[in-house]
T-cell receptor, first 112, second 119 residues
């Protein structure tokens, strides 16, 4: 079945630095979604990318969908200590685009 | 925005107990809801798709007799973990999506999750 892989699994970053997390699907996706989850919390929807090559920004977060619609990236600038979250990407696995397969997540650890 | 409510937030019970978790869409009709399970430091894994008025569709490896799903109305789906054992301890999360109308292309809305601990 479809696989969604996310790297790195852990991201150690100094406060103020930038980093990128990558998401790769074994199949072409109709869309890619990104979520964040705080420790002990539930997933919170961040964004959905639909178009090939699409780039969207949310403050310090920049999301990109690959041209082949099989990969995506999330770039975060000026990391803060409050950015200690896990970022998940997710892609639909069914033809209707309703069932989601989540990547393994990137757990961000910020050093002050 | 759309809100999905999940209850209870925490459950601690003895082994062998059956536990029911409710998932409600508060301001929209959800003909389909999804149930996920998340073990510590792992990702969300889809367990089953709950369809209003019909049987749930389970993912491979998920025991349908163990995890009973009922979707009796357009705003409520329930997951019952029957005869729960310690290995069933996990974070269970539901989500709902509007599948009709102008909102059908919007992403899923997740509940707050239920932390289940079986002693």
């Amino acid at each position: 079945g479809q696989q969604v892989m996310q790297i790195p699994q852990y991201q150690h970053v100094q406060e103020g630095e930038d980093f990128t997390t990558y998401c790769n699907s074994s199949t072409t996706l109709s869309n890619i979604q990104w979520y964040k989850q705080r420790p002990g919390g539930h997933p919170v929807f961040l964004i959905q990318l639909v178009k090939s090559g699409e780039v969207k920004k949310q403050k310090r977060l920049t999301f990109q969908f690959g041209e082949a619609k099989k990969n995506s990236s999330l770039h975060i600038t000026a990391t803060k200590t409050t950015d200690v979250v896990t970022y998940f990407c997710a892609g639909p696995t069914d033809a209707a685009g309703n069932k989601l397969t989540f990547g393994g997540g990137t757990r961000v650890l910020v050093k002050p | 925005g759309a809100v999905v409510s999940q209850h209870p937030s925490w459950v601690i019970c003895k082994s062998g107990t059956s536990v029911k978790i409710e998932c409600r869409s508060l301001d929209f009709q959800a003909t389909t809801m999804f149930w996920y399970r998340q073990f510590p430091k792992q990702s969300l894994m889809l367990m089953a798709t709950s369809n209003e008025g019909s049987k749930a569709t389970y993912e491979q490896g998920v025991e349908k007799d163990k995890f009973l799903i009922n979707h009796a109305s357009l705003t409520l789906s329930t997951l019952t973990v029957t005869s729960a054992h310690p290995e069933d301890s996990s974070f269970y999360i539901c989500s709902a999506k509007r599948l009709r109308g102008v909102y059908s292309n919007q992403p899923q809305h997740f509940g707050d999750g239920t932390r289940l601990s079986i002693l």
